[in-house]
């Protein structure tokens, strides 16, 4: 078994590297042109002329590309190309395919990184900080790590015991038939993801990308068909989520969902798959990382410097659009009386604007529906007794979506800001008494349907251990004196429970044994050639 991979290091973009050089000439020339998007079925170009524009969320009259859509011909030849070309890909092994996608890897460490990273920036309008550490680090890990997990199944999965005249072993024999994998917008590296790791343990796939991340969705299916990957393996299909889950769940080869998006989608998916189960060959695996309402905690024995950067960090890089974000925070109020103007005046000083301007920590948010959507709840907000804005509160929409950092304070522990994701840079403090940390720790546990990340900040030992005890359920990933974004590959294997999904953990081994259905093989050495046994003979 060779050594486990190492994390992929970020560059830091300095001023005067070579990187800041590269990323910036690859972001011009990216914008001189208009690139026309084909699907991708049995690894031909299809240009179906149905198409729609990719835009610059931070200049959102700036085209980048037009997109051809697929339509009901083409989801069905991309679910028969997945299905067809299952064999093959089973037959290439373990190594073969591990192969590809350390190629894969080793492509976008290297010459396809600027290319992938300046797209992430324009399509999904994220500095180059967020681009480097999701569109190359986090997949690059994906790659290399989970190659490394499967490869592992194999030694650790084998049979305990074959007794004498007898073989035992096990097959990791992949799920029959073809995975629909549906990618969120606002992770390059999760897009590359759901149809990679079915694919590493023998699955195809068909690859349905969010209509707001195509652009930097295509780099990535260009690499990994130079990495080698053969025809029909991965099929990517831009268009129509709902008529792409439509004609792919009714196929009888159907075998499971690789989903990362909304709750309330997800939710919609798993009836639908449910409905259609009487068509199905197998029982088809649900896998879907969803929604959050992420939180932070501080006990009135804190870091307060610690606590002020996990808030400013956690609530508004990439704008708040991390599943992860810290979006309520429950704060004593001898803290917050030491924080507050620190705080504001912090915020203050938080640049925003286009993402080839690398000062600036924050861009634009995704598309015209989420700034009304975030709009409307800072609206809300302004005319509520229970709520004050603190900090930002201003929206603008003339060159681009921007939201500023928003903070609210409130006194009602389950207003509206508390409870439900708004996947924006807006974050609701609620301040409680110094010696109710117990209490807001319930508080916490309860109010919100989501449990995905939370953080506490205390000092003092007993104090994490209360908190970790309490709120056990409510995050799949716990923070300790952190913010509660920025899980790595292998370190933090990442998802939640509740509305926040199936918890099976992207970035660890568990989320590969989904795509798996063993066969388990007894050879016999010594073949009985007598039926009867021993205790049957007479005296
Ligand atoms: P979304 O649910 O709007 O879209 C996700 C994907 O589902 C997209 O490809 C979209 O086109 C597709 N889709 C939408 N409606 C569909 C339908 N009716 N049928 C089939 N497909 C459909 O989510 P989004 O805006 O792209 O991403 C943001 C959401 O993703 C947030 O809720 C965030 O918390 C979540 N997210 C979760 C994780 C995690 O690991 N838990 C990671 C990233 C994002």
Redesign the pocket.
């Known amino acids: 078994m060779k050594a486990h991979p190492v994390n992929e290091p970020i560059l830091p973009y300095t001023l005067g590297s070579n990187e800041r050089t590269t990323i910036l000439e690859q972001i011009e020339k990216q914008m001189s042109e208009v690139i026309e998007i084909p699907c991708i079925i049995n690894g031909k170009e299809v240009f179906t002329g149905n198409t729609v524009t990719q835009v610059i969320p931070h200049k959102s009259n700036h085209v980048i590309a037009n997109v051809h859509l697929a339509g009901k011909n083409e989801i069905e030849e991309a679910c028969e190309a997945a299905t067809r070309s299952q064999k093959n890909w089973i037959n290439l092994g373990l190594e073969g395919r591990c192969k590809i996608f350390e190629k894969c890897a080793d492509l976008l460490a290297g010459e396809w990184r600027m290319k992938v990273n300046a797209a992430t920036m324009l399509n999904q309008s994220k500095t180059v900080f967020q681009a480097e550490i999701d569109s190359a680090c986090e997949l690059i890990d994906f790659w290399r790590f989970n190659c490394y997990y499967a490869r592992k199944f194999h030694d650790d999965f084998q049979p305990l015991v074959s007794p004498d005249g007898v073989e035992n072993s096990t097959e990791i024999r992949p799920l029959e038939g073809f995975i629909l994998a ?6 390059t590296s ?1 897009a590359g993801n759901l149809p990679s790791a079915p694919a590493i343990v023998g699955c195809t796939s068909l690859w ?5 991340s195509y652009f930097s969705n295509y780099y990535l299916m260009q690499l990994m068909m130079e990495a080698g990957l053969p025809a029909g393996v991965i099929n990517f299909l831009p268009g129509s ?2 008529e ?2 439509d004609i792919s769940v009714k196929n009888s080869n159907f075998a499971g969902l690789h ?7 997800f939710q ?2 798993w009836s639908k798959i449910s409905d259609n189960l009487n068509n199905l060959k197998s029982y088809p695996r649900i896998v879907g ?4 309402k992420d939180f932070v905690i501080a006990h009135p024995d804190c870091d307060k410097k610690g606590l002020l950067v996990a808030l400013i960090r956690g609530a508004f890089e990439y704008q708040g659009q991390k ?1 992860s974000a810290a979006s309520r925070a429950y704060i004593p109020h001898s803290i917050w009386d030491d924080i507050k103007d620190n705080l504001l005046s912090e915020i203050n000083k938080i640049n925003m604007g286009d993402a080839r301007e690398l000062t600036n920590f924050m861009t634009a948010v995704i598309d015209n529906r989420a700034f009304e959507r975030i709009r409307g709840y800072i609206e809300r907000t302004k005319i509520r007794d229970s709520c004050e804005i603190f900090a930002g509160g201003k929206c603008s929409d003339s060159d681009g979506w921007f939201i500023e950092p928003t903070v609210i304070l409130t006194n009602n522990p389950t207003s509206e800001t508390m409870v439900d ?1 708004i ?1 924006g840079p807006v974050l609701t403090i609620y301040l409680y008494e110094d010696e109710k940390f117990e209490e807001i720790l319930e508080i916490c546990d309860k109010s919100s349907p989501y449990a ?1 990340t939370g953080s506490i900040f205390a000092n003092n030992e007993d104090d994490i251990q209360t908190a970790f005890k309490a709120l056990r359920f409510s995050a799949g990933n716990f923070y300790i004196n952190d913010k509660p974004t920025g899980a790595v590959v292998a370190q933090q294997p ?3 429970a509740r509305a ?2 199936t918890n099976d953990k ?1 970035g660890g081994p568990l989320n590969l044994l989904r795509w798996i259905s063993p066969r388990s093989i007894k050879r016999t050495l010594d073949i009985p050639h007598e039926w009867k046994y021993p205790f049957m003979e007479s005296q």
């Open positions: 549906i990618t969120p917008f606002n992770f999760i349905k990308p969010s209509r707001n989520g709902e792409i889950t989903f990362t998006g909304s709750t309330k989608t919609g998916l990382e969803t929604g959050g599943c994701e996947f995905l990442f998802g939640g926040s999904g992207a």
